[in-house]
T-cell receptor, first 119, second 113 residues
Framework: GAVVSQHPSWVICKSGTSVKIECRSL??????MFWYRQFPKQSLMLMATSNEGSKATYEQGVEKDKFLINHASLTLSTLTVTSAHPEDSSFYIC???????????????FGPGTRLTVT | AQSVTQLGSHVSVSEGALVLLRCNYSSSVPPYLFWYVQYPNQGLQLLLK??????LVKGINGFEAEFKKSETSFHLTKPSAHMSDAAEYFCAVSLNRDDKIIFGKGTRLHILP
């Protein structure tokens, strides 16, 4: 099946600094990617939809100036957490779809996640 | 808006016993439904999906789920639990023409020896 990678797998940063997380589709192209965050022992919450060559679409309540998303190529989306604070500590997961929505071959593939700890 | 509700944040079953994880959905149009499994500190792996074909869907690792429109349910079952099944399970929904996936809160499955 398709593979989605994330880098780094974990990162520790100091409060007030920015950190960038990469999401790559390794063997397929993805015009759309999704970013989720997951707090400990909780579900995944969709943060935003990353669109190649255009602006990301953010879910209600997600600060777009704090969580900068860039989808510069068909295989790479980045999430930058700006001026990170301890409450931003979380597990960030990206996904990329293969196939067309509405078809039986449609499936989303998830990256392994990035654990961010802000001290 | 679509949503899913998973009944029971924790479920414990004995090894070899039936596994039943409950999921009910809410959607204004026929939904796509999914079950994912997550092992500690890992991403999600698709177990199975319902895409308006057969209502009984078979997935990996011996899991299956049945789509029941009248009950708006998509419960996950496995006839005989194995220790390796211990993980977090998420039910999820998306619309046919919208590829955003909305997740339930998850159910942690514990397998008792």
């Amino acid at each position: 099946g398709a593979v989605v990678s994330q880098h780094p797998s974990w990162v520790i940063c100091k409060s007030g600094t920015s950190v960038k997380i990469e999401c790559r589709s390794l063997d397929f192209q993805a015009t759309t990617m999704f970013w989720y965050r997951q707090f400990p022992k909780q579900s995944l919450m969709l943060m935003a939809t990353s669109n190649e060559g255009s602006k990301a679409t953010y879910e209600q309540g997600v600060e777009k100036d704090k969580f900068l998303i860039n989808h510069a190529s068909l295989t790479l989306s980045t999430l930058t957490v700006t001026s990170a604070h301890p409450e931003d500590s979380s597990f960030y997961i990206c996904s990329a779809p293969v196939g067309q929505p509405g078809r039986t071959d449609y499936e989303q593939y998830f990256g392994p996640g990035t654990r961010l700890t802000v001290t | 808006a679509q949503s899913v509700t998973q009944l029971g944040s924790h479920v414990s079953v004995s090894e070899g016993a039936l596994v039943l994880l409950r999921c009910n959905y809410s959607s204004s149009v026929p939904p796509y439904l999914f079950w994912y499994v997550q092992y500690p500190n890992q991403g999600l792996q698709l177990l199975l999906k319902y895409t308006s074909a057969a209502t009984l869907v078979k997935g990996i690792n011996g899991f299956e789920a049945e789509f029941k429109k009248s009950e708006t349910s998509f419960h996950l079952t496995k006839p005989s639990a194995h220790m390796s099944d211990a993980a977090e399970y998420f039910c999820a929904v998306s619309l046919n023409r919208d590829d955003k996936i909305i997740f339930g809160k998850g159910t942690r499955l514990h397998i008792l020896p």
